[in-house]
């Protein structure tokens, strides 16, 4: 059913701009939103999609133009001012608290008391497992957030975004971490929601998602807005070629509908080997090797085990039995220094885990190497030094060494994760959703430098939940089931629908 237009919007931004360092990063855009609208917000990375919504959410009060709240103007000045008129954000990097239960996450900000000013634990964790269970989410409420994976967390902060009271609700990549069963919860709630008045922002570098779920879809390019437009009147490839200001064609469409043929397996001796491996209640007697020059896939929906087996491979969580071996050395289970001195290095998924946000791009690219490339004596200069050609052969934009990383889009932050091993020396590059929340342009950058790492010898073990990334950049594939491999694909031909069968 078509979105009813109303006279007067519930939300108006009217020629919104905004600067970072004389950068623009908005350009006099106008966006509107009306009651019970699910409203699409696409652009590739650094179009400004996540700079409006942070204005928005009142993240950056320091803004040209206008914005209006039932016609009346309003002024954002930080969240709390935000969610006193009603806008809640769901962020793409999760921003619960770790060391506090679900349920104290929940309610961050708006705890329940009881008649005698206490706070209400047994009502908060009741209504905090009806919320998930909403989702079909059953866990135990009392237990810390940092003891969940990726996508218990993200559920949780989507969770707390739809039941925070709010009339206007910003969700940033909601789907990017959910499998497709879990993003069919997610779409009944937002449309639950619709109908009872409350309107919904939703950003997503997943066009089918935002087709599927928007009335509307508004598109931003270079900070400006190129136009907006009912989602019925929109295809995939037409979106792809207004984000991207030119006619989409097929190089620039993820949709492997095509046969991709894997080639044979390389008679090149393997250089990294992992046998017998398991992690109880995540992956069991899991064995593959990997050549130089060679990218093995592991693929799966989310909670497969594929995702925490990229941890363990490269000594970021730790294992109960099996090994992981570099050449004939065995690796510890639970050593990310030993690992990354031995030169297997993991790019997570979670990039607020990765970097430093409120540190330099130059501080979080030398981070781990400090005193290779820097010796013993630290200066900025000679740190940013080392690190701008790097910056720019990976193709961070903009390459100012001395940048907050928190201030990158999403793609360029990845771009720094790799600068930053780039430094070091590089025999197994373990990635774990390398391009999550990223626009097709973005991906491609990333992926690039992930090929050239190969071509130069490194073996690469890429984890993913996007078939269409596999299919287009691994030359064997591992298809995972509940914690195990439950076929391998190469040498042969497959399609997407192949890999989605054996998950």
């Given at each position: 059913?078509?979105?009813?237009?109303?006279?007067?919007?519930?939300?108006?931004?009217?020629?919104?701009g905004?600067?970072?360092?004389?950068?623009?990063?908005?350009?006099?855009?106008?966006?509107?939103?009306?009651p019970?609208?699910?409203?699409?917000?696409?652009?590739?990375?650094?179009a400004?999609k996540?700079?409006?919504?942070?204005i928005?959410?009142?993240?950056?009060?320091?803004?040209?133009?206008?914005?209006l709240?039932?016609?009346?103007?309003?002024?954002l000045?930080?969240?709390?001012?935000?969610?006193?008129?009603?806008?809640?954000?769901?962020?793409?990097?999760?921003?619960?608290?770790?060391?506090?239960?679900?349920?104290?996450?929940?309610?961050?900000?708006?705890?329940?008391?009881?008649?005698?000013?206490?706070?209400?634990w047994?009502?908060?964790q009741?209504?905090?497992?009806?919320?998930?269970?909403?989702?079909?989410?059953?866990?135990?409420?009392?237990?810390?957030?940092?003891?969940?994976?990726?996508?218990?967390?993200?559920?949780?902060?989507?969770?707390?975004?739809?039941?925070?009271?709010?009339?206007?609700?910003?969700l940033?990549e909601?789907?990017s971490?959910?499998?497709p069963?879990?993003?069919?919860?997610?779409f009944?709630l937002?449309?639950?929601?619709?109908?009872?008045?409350?309107?919904?922002?939703?950003?997503?570098?997943f066009?089918?998602?935002?087709l599927?779920?928007?009335?509307?879809?508004?598109i931003?390019?270079?900070?400006?807005?190129?136009?907006?437009?009912?989602?019925?009147?929109?295809?995939?490839?037409?979106?792809?070629?207004?984000?991207?200001?030119?006619?989409?064609?097929?190089?620039?469409?993820?949709?492997?509908?095509?046969?991709?043929?894997?080639?044979?397996?390389?008679?090149?001796?393997?250089?990294?080997?992992?046998?017998s491996l398991?992690r109880k209640?995540?992956?069991?007697?899991i064995?593959?090797?990997?050549?130089?020059?060679?990218?093995?896939?592991?693929?799966?929906?989310?909670?497969?085990?594929?995702?925490?087996?990229?941890?363990?491979?490269?000594?970021?969580?730790?294992?109960?039995s099996g090994?992981?071996?570099l050449?004939?050395?065995?690796?510890?289970?639970?050593?990310?220094?030993?690992?990354?001195?031995?030169?297997?290095v993991?790019?997570?998924?979670?990039?607020a885990k990765t970097?430093?946000?409120?540190?330099?791009?130059?501080?979080?690219?030398?981070?781990?190497?400090?005193?290779?490339?820097?010796g013993?004596?630290?200066?900025?200069k000679?740190?940013?030094?080392?690190v701008?050609?790097l910056l720019?052969q990976?193709?961070?934009?903009?390459?100012?060494?001395?940048?907050?990383a928190?201030?990158?889009?999403?793609?360029?932050?990845?771009?720094?994760v790799?600068?930053?091993?780039?430094?070091?020396?590089?025999?197994?590059?373990?990635?774990?959703?390398?391009t999550?929340?990223?626009?097709?342009?973005?991906?491609?950058?990333?992926?690039?430098?992930v090929?050239?790492?190969?071509?130069?010898?490194?073996?690469?073990?890429?984890?993913?939940?996007?078939p269409?990334?596999?299919?287009?950049h691994?030359?064997?594939?591992?298809?995972?089931?509940?914690?195990?491999?439950?076929h391998?694909f190469?040498?042969?031909?497959?399609?997407?629908?192949?890999?989605?069968?054996?998950?």
């Amino acid at each position: 059913m078509p979105v009813v237009v109303h006279e007067m919007p519930l939300l108006e931004c009217r020629e919104i701009g905004k600067q970072f360092g004389g950068v623009m990063a908005l350009e006099e855009v106008n966006f509107d939103l009306q009651p019970g609208e699910v409203h699409g917000l696409v652009g590739c990375n650094g179009a400004g999609k996540s700079t409006l919504m942070k204005i928005l959410a009142g993240a950056y009060p320091d803004h040209d133009g206008q914005i209006l709240i039932d016609g009346k103007t309003v002024r954002l000045l930080s969240p709390l001012d935000a969610r006193q008129c009603g806008v809640a954000m769901v962020y793409q990097e999760l921003s619960g608290i770790g060391a506090l239960s679900v349920a104290e996450n929940l309610f961050l900000g708006r705890q329940l008391t009881t008649t005698l000013g206490r706070i209400d634990w047994q009502t908060m964790q009741q209504q905090a497992r009806d919320y998930l269970r909403e989702m079909d989410i059953d866990i135990d409420v009392r237990r810390r957030l940092d003891r969940f994976p990726l996508v218990i967390r993200q559920m949780v902060e989507i969770a707390r975004g739809l039941h925070s009271g709010a009339r206007i609700l910003i969700l940033d990549e909601p789907t990017s971490a959910l499998s497709p069963p879990e993003t069919r919860r997610l779409f009944d709630l937002i449309r639950r929601m619709k109908r009872s008045g409350v309107a919904v922002i939703f950003i997503s570098h997943f066009l089918e998602d935002v087709l599927e779920i928007c009335d509307r879809v508004t598109i931003l390019k270079d900070g400006r807005l190129v136009e907006t437009s009912p989602s019925s009147e929109l295809t995939k490839a037409d979106v792809i070629g207004k984000m991207l200001g030119r006619t989409a064609g097929s190089e620039h469409d993820p949709e492997f509908d095509a046969v991709v043929a894997l080639p044979s397996r390389t008679s090149v001796a393997p250089v990294f080997r992992v046998n017998s491996l398991t992690r109880k209640g995540q992956f069991q007697d899991i064995n593959f090797e990997v050549s130089p020059g060679e990218c093995v896939g592991l693929y799966g929906f989310v909670g497969a085990g594929h995702q925490e087996l990229a941890h363990s491979v490269a000594g970021a969580l730790p294992t109960d039995s099996g090994s992981v071996q570099l050449d004939d050395r065995s690796l510890p289970s639970d050593d990310v220094a030993i690992a990354v001195r031995c030169g297997v290095v993991l790019v997570a998924a979670d990039r607020a885990k990765t970097l430093v946000r409120r540190s330099s791009i130059a501080r979080n690219a030398t981070l781990a190497h400090l005193r290779r490339t820097l010796g013993e004596w630290l200066s900025r200069k000679r740190e940013e030094a080392v690190v701008q050609p790097l910056l720019e052969q990976v193709g961070c934009r903009p390459a100012r060494p001395n940048l907050l990383a928190g201030n990158l889009s999403g793609g360029n932050q990845q771009k720094v994760v790799l600068a930053k091993w780039l430094l070091g020396p590089i025999r197994v590059l373990v990635l774990e959703e390398p391009t999550r929340g990223m626009d097709v342009g973005a991906k491609d950058e990333v992926m690039r430098l992930v090929a050239n790492l190969k071509k130069g010898g490194a073996a690469v073990v890429l984890a993913s939940t996007e078939p269409e990334l596999l299919l287009a950049h691994a030359d064997r594939i591992l298809v995972f089931q509940r914690g195990q491999i439950a076929h391998e694909f190469a040498g042969v031909e497959v399609r997407k629908a192949d890999l989605l069968r054996w998950a």
